[in-house]
């Protein structure tokens, strides 16, 4: 069953921790994307990344880090450096870099502040 | 970037009456998706539209692209229950990066 898979669903951080959210896909898509996404808002891109190995910050990369190391996964750190860091986060994936590329989004991960 | 500004921000309709949300920009965009977002869901893309002009159809949606190719809509004949969501349009650049409006929230009261 190909997609792409978000974990955890739900996920609650203390005050000054950093936390990981997991991004998997096996679509064998090229690129890969975070967004972010507050109540009646659009999304907003933190990081995407074309190529393993190599990724661009986003509108609002700030307070956030990722890694490419494998095509599949693109997990998303949120550091404590990240001040309102409760949102809903969706990652997705795009088969090329190129124009006219449709995303493909995961389920999401609702992180809250405790 | 290029920004997308969507209106309205919510429509609230009866069952089947129409429904339009409107996409805008300052610039000329190479192409414009729209994505449907279901309460408590994940955006799901519905269609892209690159021409001058283009307009296209998927059962009761229209979706058009400005002449001038700075502006799209959305239409919705005949609403159902099963069409309540978040509308977005969004503009995919050849870098890679797509970029969303804040969207269109439809309620269809039954």
């Known amino acids: 069953d190909g997609g792409i898979t978000q974990s955890p669903k739900y996920l609650f951080r203390k005050e000054g921790q950093n936390v990981t959210l997991s991004c998997e896909q096996n679509?064998?898509?090229?690129?890969m994307y975070w967004y972010r996404q507050d109540p009646g808002q659009g999304l907003r891109l933190i990081y995407y990344s074309q190529i393993v190995n190599d990724f661009q910050k986003g509108d609002i990369a700030e307070g956030y880090s990722v890694s490419r190391e494998k095509k599949e996964s693109f997990p998303l750190t949120v550091t404590s450096a990240q001040k309102n860091p409760t949102a809903f986060y969706l990652c997705a994936s795009s088969p090329g870099q190129g124009l006219n590329e449709k995303l493909f989004f995961g389920s999401g991960t609702q992180l809250s502040v405790l | 970037g290029q920004q997308v500004m969507q209106i309205p921000q919510y429509q609230h309709v009866q069952e089947g009456e129409d429904f339009t949300t409107y996409c805008n920009s300052s610039t000329t965009l190479s192409n414009i998706q729209w994505y449907k977002q279901r309460p408590g869901g994940h955006p799901v893309f519905l269609i892209q539209?690159?021409?001058?002009?283009e307009v296209k159809k998927q059962k009761r949606l229209t979706f058009q692209f400005g002449e001038a190719k700075k502006n799209s809509s959305l239409h919705i004949t005949a609403t159902q229950t099963t069409d309540v969501g978040t509308y977005f349009c969004?503009?995919?650049?050849?870098?890679?990066?797509?970029?969303f409006g804040d969207g269109t929230t439809l309620t269809v009261k039954p």
């Open positions: 679509l064998n898509h090229d690129a």
């Open positions: 969004a503009h995919n650049t050849n870098a890679g990066k797509s970029t």
């Open positions: 539209l690159v021409k001058s002009g």
